[in-house]
């Protein structure tokens, strides 16, 4: 059952969590002052199921790349592509390139502050429009990601993780009604509430004895009983993500060696670099067709040609 707590609970915690957020708060470029709109677009799309630890490099090339939408969308697609580097679910580059088409042509190259708006974006979703017009617009708006939601279970649900996958209707419900009012309190209490929830109310091992709200937590108050349904570790050796993934290191390996990148590899080659150690029949080709689907290569069949698009 949901439980949404009172104002002075919700008063109290948001100076603990903002209090805990600016002395344990790491300091990474993705949050320094003066990063533009755009900047915290492309690090939300690019943290999704991605480490910070990883991120921040990459953001950083790309920043000093394509420091405004238009740039981005004037790049050739084959280089964002290569400086996507190993971030994983590559289609996003692509999405990321889109949507600064779409902000170049359609708003004037800004990044808009309309929520709805920034819904209508490519490879925008509801968690990194809501994290944009929080973050860098300080509009009043819950921010709901993972860490959040498991944040928000333990304290007022007294249960390990949330019930569901996504956020449900309870919870957006909840989320606003703690909110503060003033925007850029807003903003403190999602970014504090999210650096805790991955810092110290960790799915896996969470340090509940540095917990500086370990009184106020139901379910440290319920004893910590475990969720009955745990997520599922997502694998990734001998997948089709794994054969897709060494294709295009093989294409960014050519890329940066040949006149324009045009060259490619041929596709036994890339068929080659498609097959795993013990892989099943057929996934290689499998793999291929797919990136070929995807758009994250182009094939000519004339040549039988791979390159980057």
Aim: charged share 25%; proline share 7%; with cysteine.
């Amino acid at each position: 059952m949901i439980r949404t707590p009172e104002p002075a609970e919700a008063a109290a915690l948001l100076d603990a969590l903002t209090s805990w957020y600016d002395h344990n708060g790491r300091d990474v470029p993705m949050r320094a002052d003066g990063v533009t709109p755009w900047g915290t677009l492309v690090f939300e799309v690019m943290s999704q199921q991605t480490p910070l630890v990883r991120v921040a490099p990459v953001w950083l090339r790309w920043m000093r790349l394509w420091p405004a939408p238009a740039d981005l969308a004037d790049a050739p697609t084959a280089d964002v592509l290569v400086e996507w580097s190993t971030l994983g679910y590559p289609s996003r580059a692509l999405r990321l390139q889109q949507c600064a088409t779409r902000i170049r042509d359609a708003h004037g190259g800004m990044v808009p502050t309309d929520h709805a708006q920034l819904l209508d974006l490519p490879g925008v979703g509801g968690y990194t429009a809501a994290a944009l017009a929080s973050f860098q617009f300080h509009q009043r708006i819950a921010v709901l990601d993972v860490n959040i939601r498991r944040v928000a279970s333990r304290l007022f649900d007294g249960i390990e993780l949330p019930a569901s996958s996504a956020p449900t209707k309870a919870e957006r419900e909840r989320a606003e009604a703690v909110l503060p009012e003033d925007g850029h309190e807003c903003a403190a209490w999602n970014l504090a509430l999210m650096e805790f929830g991955a810092l110290v109310c960790t799915q896996r091992s969470p340090d509940c004895p540095a917990c500086p709200i370990r009184e106020r937590c139901r379910w440290a108050g319920r004893g910590y009983p475990r969720a009955a349904k745990r997520p599922r570790t997502q694998q990734w050796r001998g997948t089709d993500r794994q054969a897709r993934g060494r294709v295009l290191a093989a294409l960014r390996a050519a890329h940066s060696t040949a006149p324009r990148g045009r060259a490619g590899i041929s596709r036994a080659e890339a068929l080659r670099a498609a097959t795993l150690p013990g892989a099943e029949e057929g996934q290689a080709q499998r793999a291929l067709a797919s990136l070929i689907a995807d758009r994250l290569v182009a094939y000519d069949e004339a040549s039988s040609r791979i390159t980057l698009p």
